[in-house]
Structures are given as structure tokens and as C-alpha cells.
């Protein structure tokens, strides 16, 4: 599976954003998918994620009520629309992919494949 992350950019505190993640290879509904972040100096951290199903999301707790992805199997593409955005939320952001034997993904150790990565900035 190939991921490939856009969307990202400059917004102000409070601001909105839509990333998205174009994937092929599988059809999207073959595997759970997810959005993790990197801040400078820090690890990798889960933000939200869709089990294979589709039926469930997950969100770590700083982005709930802010965050929600969503994916459109027609277009193959997984989409994390970010409201409400506060300088915390700056970092690089990552498309991920499970294993079609996964059920959910919430770990950096659960993804088979990442995309390239896409900046998102909030200034205060």
C-alpha cells in the first residue's frame, strides 16, 4: 500500500484544516488506516484512526470534539479534518496504514505503511 499525505499548511490559532491521504494499492477498505504526528523533538504520537470496517474511530484525547476522520472508499482516500486548531496541534502529520490482518491501529508498531509526511503550523 502507498500513501500520499497533503493538506497541510500555516493557519492561526482556532483555525481549520483537511489533510488527506490518497492511497493505492489495496482498496482503503482492506485495512484499518490512521493519522499519527511528530512535533520537533518528539516522538511519534497516535491522533486518530478507522478500524478496517469503517464502523469505528478513535481519537487520542487532545483532539477530541476538534478532529474527525473520515475516508471515501470510491476515492481511496482517508481524510482528517482538524477544527478548533491550537499551536500544540504543530507538527508533522502522517498517513499510516495497518496490515490487512489488523482489525484497528493505534500504535506506531500496528503500521505497515506511512506516508511522506505533511506540515501543519499554527501560530498563536
Known sequence: VQLQ???????????SLRLSCITS??????YATGWFRQAPGKE????????????NTYYTNSVKGRFTISRDNAKNTVYLQMNGLKPEDTAVYYCA???TYR???????????WGQGTQVTVSS
Open 5 to 15: 499525505a497533503s493538506g497541510g499548511g500555516l493557519v492561526q490559532a482556532g483555525g
Open 25 to 30: 494499492g489495496l482498496s482503503v477498505n482492506s
Open 44 to 55: 511519534r504520537e497516535f491522533v486518530a484512526s478507522m478500524t478496517r470496517s469503517g464502523a
Open 97 to 99: 496504514a495497518g496490515p
Open 103 to 113: 482489525t484497528t491501529i493505534s500504535r506506531s508498531s500496528d503500521i505497515a505503511s
